[in-house]
């Protein structure tokens, strides 16, 4: 079984809605392999509960499985479970059930029945108004089509809009919670398993670090018969009817390729086709779009892989395929994996570090409204400028502004200036708060400019404490 960590809150929101014997209809949703129906398992594990896991196949069968559900429910020492004629008569003998007591009914991977019966959506509207309502009926629908469920369920144009007395969008666990399966390993460690799987639950059990993460990459990723090596393209083949196009994108931007015009070029398709995929990757949690903070989206829109363990399999599978297939990649993994790296995490060093002081950070300067980086061209000197860490607050005109360096080696004051002359080429502040992030510790000279109070200095171990 896998290890369940982390998801309190959520579990205490679902139990306090649970013991308000009310009728409830919660839409759960999140990108596939994120953890929502371990969640839903573990807060109906004490609870008389309907759980019905739609499948991709026709309406007819689907029935049949909602039948099961119900039967199992009802008498879970039956050999032979009866079938409802239809969907009114499985649904009727829901309503009936939730009369007598308090009932969870669960419909998981709720695209799938949607699509298979098109009217599903306008029966549970249908009964939610005229029976449910009034009732103790506990229904959670729970999807990982993000823009369907999103479009199909809590869009306007749904026949259930306005029924939700409730959602969860069940987003990938961050740094400091990724730490928690694997208490016993360093931060360096810990911060590497999360820029692997991206806090995503499934794929930090699945990776299965006991001691040693090389070793567990060697056994569950870089090798044909793990399961994380055929992941991205089984996650692919699932959801996309095209995924030839969209592996070559993803590629694209895991080599470098950020702005639409580059991705154009490497993948040789059209900008309308290709808008049209990075769209629905995007959808999907894999490609985030982003804009440099305080500006409007343009030219200076690039295209990021927002999945960590896409990003990293993207990054060295391919180019590792021929080793990996004739099994000798363990003979070049410390050349041709493990030296990337401290490049590999630069990416997302900055992401931990942002979710820092968001989440984590005892006090800071300003009251934060927005994060992100900023980019562009220092005027004087005719070059390109990129700031790591950019934070917003409630006073207009102040700003912190943040280094990440996912290095060994300390980080001196020459960073301080950088970092100052980076300011006034952002040039939006009158007051700039500088924070500088290291990995490998700072200088005795960056650390008393921090004493005079020039900066503040956070090492990866702050990051964590």
Not at 377 to 389: H, P, R
Not at 432 to 439: A, E
């Amino acid at each position: 079984m896998e290890k369940f960590y982390c998801r309190e809150e959520e579990l205490r929101k679902l139990n306090a809605r649970y013991e308000n014997e009310e009728f409830e209809c919660l839409i759960i949703y999140g990108r596939r392999r994120v953890g929502k129906t371990a969640l839903i398992n573990r807060f109906c594990a004490d609870k008389p509960t309907i759980f019905f896991s739609a499948l991709n196949t026709t309406g007819k069968e689907n029935l049949k499985a909602l039948s099961k559900a119900i039967m199992s429910y009802e008498k879970p020492d039956a050999v032979v479970a009866p079938e409802f004629k239809s969907y009114d008569d499985a649904l009727a003998e829901i309503t009936e059930l939730a009369r007598e007591q308090r009932l969870v009914f669960v419909i998981d991977e709720y695209p799938y029945l949607a699509k298979a019966k098109p009217a599903i959506s306008a029966m549970l509207q249908h009964l939610i108004d005229h029976q449910w309502s009034k009732g103790k009926l506990y229904l959670i629908l729970c999807g990982s089509s993000m823009s369907f469920m999103e479009n199909q369920v809590l869009g306007q144009e749904s026949p259930l809009y306005g029924r939700r007395t409730g959602q969860f969008k069940i987003e990938p666990l961050d740094y400091k919670e990724t730490a928690v399966f694997h208490p016993e390993l360093t931060y360096g460690d810990n911060a590497l398993i999360y820029g692997i799987t991206g806090g995503v639950p499934h794929y930090i059990n699945k990776l299965g670090v006991k001691k040693d993460i090389d070793e567990a990459l060697l056994t569950n990723l870089f090798d044909r018969s793990g399961y994380l090596y055929e992941e991205p393209a089984n996650l692919l083949k699932q959801e996309l009817r095209e995924p030839a196009i969209y592996n070559a994108i993803i590629k694209a931007i895991a080599e470098g390729s950020s702005r639409a015009a580059d991705i154009c070029g490497k993948v040789q398709e059209t900008s309308t086709t290709v808008l049209k995929y990075l769209k629905t990757l995007m959808e999907l949690g894999i490609v985030k779009k982003e804009t440099p903070l305080t500006e409007k989206a343009g030219r200076k829109t690039i295209y990021l892989l927002a999945d960590n363990f896409f990003r990293f399999w993207y990054k060295f599978v391919p180019n590792n395929a021929n080793a990996i297939d004739s099994g000798r990649i363990a003979r070049i993994y410390s050349q041709t994996v493990k030296r990337y790296f401290s490049d590999y995490m630069g990416l997302v060093f900055e992401k931990m570090c942002q979710d820092y002081l968001l989440y984590y950070a005892k006090s800071l300067p300003i009251e934060l409204v927005d994060i992100g980086q900023w980019w562009g061209t220092d005027a004087q000197k005719k070059k390109q400028v990129q700031i790591d860490i950019v934070a917003t607050g409630i006073t207009p005109d102040a700003y912190i502004i943040g280094s990440c360096k996912y290095r060994n080696e300390k980080i001196g004051l020459d960073e301080l200036e950088l970092l100052r002359d980076y300011a006034r080429v952002f040039g939006k502040g009158t007051k700039y708060y500088f924070y500088i992030f290291s990995k490998g510790g700072f200088t005795e000279g960056l650390l008393q400019a921090a004493q005079r109070g020039e900066v503040t200095l956070v090492t990866l171990a702050d990051l964590y404490n």
